[in-house]
């Protein structure tokens, strides 16, 4: 099976922009979670997404969201971009169980 | 919410020696923990995972062991390779798709 893809790789963008982060999952899983990566906060959470579904949220302020398509890829957005943004947005996939396998992830730079 | 300590921080062995790295977790409902090896500019990869009905596992040079009681887990590598050399991550998860991480510990194997 092909394993998780991210697009784009790599943004650049300036405060004050939106920006929109796509994760296409695992064939076969229906659950994407969505993490930011930072040198100093580390691995963080943001949210989950199961059929559609928000189930689980991160404590990330509401310019954060996110959304799944029927066909289970999902898309996180992020409004009013700050220099804090900046980092590496990884998303992962899992089935029925809770292993989640992990994407390339996405840079992103905040300028 | 979760928290999950994970220490040392950075750990330095020669070629074949054993690496130990520690974690505890505050929830005694985490059910689910695996352990992900990140190398430079690469996605966060499953090495190994064990969940709270197992006290150990192993596969081939990884184990993991896990004490509910004292809310502790462990990641060891025996006879370590120049390879292994990445920074490792531990996590827990309630069940809900939503991993807290660990800080990482950054493991040097000399060669």
């Known amino acids: 099976k092909a394993g998780v893809t991210q697009t784009p790789r790599y943004l650049i963008k300036t405060r004050g922009q939106q920006v929109t982060l796509s994760c296409s999952p695992i064939?076969?899983?229906?659950?994407v979670s969505w993490y930011q990566q930072t040198p100093g906060q580390g691995l963080q959470f943001l949210f989950e997404?199961?059929?559609?579904?928000?189930?689980n949220k991160g404590n990330f302020p509401g310019r954060f969201s996110g959304r799944q398509f029927s066909n289970s890829r999902s898309e996180m957005n992020v409004s009013t971009l700050e220099l804090g943004d900046s980092a590496l947005y990884l998303c992962?996939?899992?089935?029925?169980?809770?292993?989640?396998?992990f994407g390339p992830g996405t840079r992103l730079t905040v300028l | 919410g979760e928290n999950v300590e994970q220490h040392p921080s950075t750990l330095s062995v020669q070629e074949g020696d054993s690496a130990v790295i520690k974690c505890t977790y505050s929830?005694?409902?985490?059910?689910?923990f695996p352990w992900y090896k990140q190398e430079l500019g690469k996605r966060p990869q499953l090495i190994i995972d064990?969940?709270?009905?197992?006290g150990e596992k192993k596969d081939q040079r990884i184990a993991v062991t896990l004490n509910k009681t004292a809310k502790h887990f462990s990641l060891h590598i025996t006879e370590t390779q120049p390879e292994d050399s990445a920074v490792y991550f531990c996590?827990?998860?309630?069940?809900?798709?939503?991993?807290?991480f660990g800080s990482g510990t950054r493991l040097q194997v000399q060669p």
């Open positions: 992962a996939s899992s089935s029925e169980v809770d292993t989640q396998y």
């Open positions: 064939s076969g899983h229906r659950s």
């Open positions: 997404y199961f059929s559609e579904t928000q189930r």
């Open positions: 929830d005694s409902a985490s059910n689910y």
């Open positions: 064990i969940r709270s009905n197992v």
């Open positions: 996590a827990a998860n309630t069940g809900r798709r939503a991993l807290t």
